[in-house]
């Protein structure tokens, strides 16, 4: 069985910053694409950053230059630094780990981490 669970979101005033983690645990073989979504009220779940395991990554235009994706492969985990916050930023943030295990490859979604930028 394997678990993906976020922490670090919270309030916090514009212009802020928050660094949320992704603590993937289990039978995992691998962790391979971890990435961050977000989903705010009354919208569809948007793609925020993605990053392989060798270190590439992918951003959204809206957050490019203000959130950093990353990860420890030795742990499992993945972080996302979020920097200049803006109201617009607020939302649920998702983790979603690609993970090989002993059944295979499939791809598990954190539980999500409230995040609220106050303007």
């Known amino acids: 069985q394997v678990h993906v669970v976020e922490s670090g979101g919270g309030l916090v005033q514009a212009g802020g910053s928050l660094r949320l983690s992704c603590a993937t645990s289990?039978?995992?073989?691998?962790?391979?694409?971890m990435g961050w979504y977000r989903q705010a009220p009354g919208k569809q779940r948007e793609l925020v950053a993605t990053?392989?395991?060798?270190?590439?990554?992918n951003y959204a235009d809206s957050v490019k230059g203000r959130f950093t994706i990353s990860r420890d492969n030795a742990k499992n985990t993945g972080y996302l630094q979020m920097n200049s916050l803006k109201p617009e930023d607020t939302a649920v943030y998702y983790c979603?780990?690609?993970?090989?295990?002993?059944?295979?490859?499939?791809?598990?979604w954190g539980q999500g981490t409230q995040v609220t930028v106050s303007s």
């Open positions: 979603n780990a690609d993970i090989l295990e002993g059944r295979g490859r499939n791809a598990y």
């Open positions: 289990g039978r995992i073989f691998i962790v391979a694409t």
């Open positions: 990053i392989t395991r060798g270190g590439t990554t």
